[in-house]
């Protein structure tokens, strides 16, 4: 997918995504990458709990089509509203690379698995809302 075709789509759809998902009042910013020609991955959120910033990196070369640039942005809004656990591993992290280093990679294997699951779930639900809707 091209950049200006990715910027038109962004624009048309962010502020009514994070509106409808409850964190319209977090500032999302959206940049455009792309990665090397054995990665999968779409897209990334970053985010600053304290000051309700996130940017969200997606990866274009990764992005076929407008309505996976939407699902993928979907997710990475997702992620946003995961918010409140990811503050909490990031204080359970710091205790165990203080008291129990070798912990660390297991805690952090089964917490970025748990974490996918629930956007999925997200996913999921927001895709019987819609469907339940009729769009």
Same mark, same amino acid.
């Given at each position: 997918?091209?950049? $200006?075709?990715?910027? $038109?789509?962004?624009?048309?759809?962010?502020?009514?995504?994070?509106?409808? /998902?409850?964190?319209?009042?977090?500032?999302?910013?959206?940049? /455009?990458?792309?990665?090397?020609?054995?990665?999968? %991955?779409?897209?990334?959120?970053? %985010?600053?709990? $304290?000051?309700?910033?996130?940017?969200?990196?997606?990866?274009?070369?990764?992005?076929?089509? #407008?309505?996976?640039?939407? +699902?993928?942005? +979907?997710? #990475?809004? /997702?992620?946003?509203?995961?918010?409140?656990?990811?503050?909490?591993?990031?204080?359970?992290?710091?205790f165990i690379l203080d008291q129990k280093p070798e912990f660390f990679s297991i805690v952090e294997s089964l917490w970025v698995s748990a974490q996918e699951k629930m956007v999925k779930n997200l #996913?999921?639900?927001?895709?019987?809302?819609?469907?339940?809707?009729? $769009?």
């Open positions: 997918m091209e950049v $200006k075709e990715a910027e $038109k789509i962004i624009k048309e759809n962010l502020d009514d995504l994070t509106d409808m /998902f409850g964190i319209g009042h977090w500032a999302v910013t959206v940049d /455009f990458a792309t990665t090397g020609s054995d990665s999968y %991955q779409t897209g990334i959120c970053d %985010q600053d709990f $304290k000051y309700e910033t996130a940017r969200i990196t997606l990866y274009l070369n990764n992005i076929k089509s #407008e309505e996976m640039l939407l +699902r993928v942005l +979907r997710h #990475e809004l /997702f992620h946003i509203l995961h918010h409140p656990f990811n503050e909490m591993i990031a204080s359970i992290d710091a #996913e999921r639900m927001h895709r019987g809302h819609l469907e339940a809707k009729g $769009k």
